[in-house]
């Protein structure tokens, strides 16, 4: 009676070690490719847009090699031209947006492709919903307060950390330039009817003497001297803050308390756009808008602005901007007569 318990139970045991070899002998088969793929993308799930920045292995290193340089520059600008270090309070973080799910921070400056860039974001965050096209959101729904978090939202353990681990990046134009761009959009457009009002009224009162009453009313036909006047006089800030389409890039990003790794120029916006979407890992998401816009402001057409400045106003209103200058390597532009 025991042989035959024995031997089954010798047969089943054997059946069992058989089935164990076949499912590893297939398990081992499966395809080194298959496996190789989905660990690299598992790591590539894992990498930050900071990690692949700094591991420098997934752009051109022309590009690379220019935003060092940048860097750089930025760096040893602050050490030379500021003081004393301060401590970053909320207030200072209302223009740096949030994409947690890329780990991206992006300070935005306004005349400085702000508008396609919070498009761009509007995408990644998922905020335009299905669509993937940033040029197809309105331009007044990319500016709605709220549709973007800012790091001013969040408490500080938050925002300390995400400004450790984030791809922090920031976009800069020639300041002169984005200053005359601000004046041409902001008081030479009639639908600008708000901003008239606002400043333009006060700019006249202030700055044009006997100024017709309609003019008072409406200050939809300040002239750029006005506007440099009002740039220039002491009173202007110790009333209210500048408002941000021509407030200093420095003032509103503060690149000497925030290490900003990536330091895009308008000058080259389409590279450096690309750049930073590399970066980020979704070049293939989604493309940062092209512009063929003819009525883009220029440098010749800065200084054409610039022409009935008296070198006296020329210098004060230099001094104004001088830290945009110096921080972003911009040269003082030769149009300027004050030297």
């Known amino acids: 009676m025991r042989k035959p318990r024995v031997i089954r139970m010798v047969f089943a045991l054997s059946l069992g070690c058989f089935v164990m070899v076949i499912f590893y002998f297939n398990s081992s088969l499966k395809p080194a490719s298959e496996a190789v793929g989905e660990s690299s993308s598992r790591q590539k799930s894992r990498r930050s847009p900071l990690q692949t920045l700094y591991d420098g292995d997934q752009v051109e290193s022309a590009v690379q090699a220019i935003h060092q340089g940048r860097r750089e520059l930025l760096e040893e600008a602050c050490r030379s031209y500021t003081r004393k270090r301060r401590v970053l309070i909320p207030e200072d973080l209302k223009h740096i947006i949030v994409d947690d799910q890329h780990g991206l921070l992006y300070c935005y400056v306004p005349k ?113 001297e006005e506007f440099v006047y009002y740039l220039v006089d002491p009173a202007t800030q110790r009333e209210e803050p500048f408002n941000e389409h021509w407030e ?9 308390l925030i290490h900003y790794d990536v330091v895009g120029k308008y000058e080259t916006l389409e590279q450096d756009s690309r750049y930073v979407l590399q970066l980020a890992g979704v070049e293939d998401q989604v493309s940062f808008p092209t512009s063929s816009k003819s009525t883009r402001t220029t440098g010749d057409m800065a200084a054409q602005f610039f022409h009935n400045i008296s070198p006296f106003y020329q210098k004060k209103l230099y001094n104004l901007y001088r830290m945009d200058f110096l921080l972003f390597n911009y040269s003082v532009p030769a149009y300027l007569k004050f030297r």
């Open 112 to 224: 400085v492709a702000c508008t396609n860039w919070k498009r761009v974001l509007m995408v990644l965050t998922g905020v335009a919903g299905s669509n993937r096209d940033p040029l197809a959101i309105p331009a007044n729904e990319a500016h709605i307060p709220g549709n973007l978090r800012t790091l001013s939202e969040y408490s500080t353990s938050e925002i300390n950390q995400r400004l450790r681990s984030y791809l922090k990046f920031v976009f800069v134009r020639e300041p002169f330039e984005r200053l005359v761009s601000a004046y041409r959009n902001k008081f030479t457009r009639s639908y600008n009817t708000a901003f008239h009002k606002r400043y333009g009224t006060k700019i006249v009162r202030r700055h044009r003497p006997d100024p017709q009453p309609e003019a008072l009313e409406k200050g939809n036909d300040v002239s750029f």
């Open 248 to 256: 200093r890039v420095h003032s509103l990003c503060h690149p000497c």
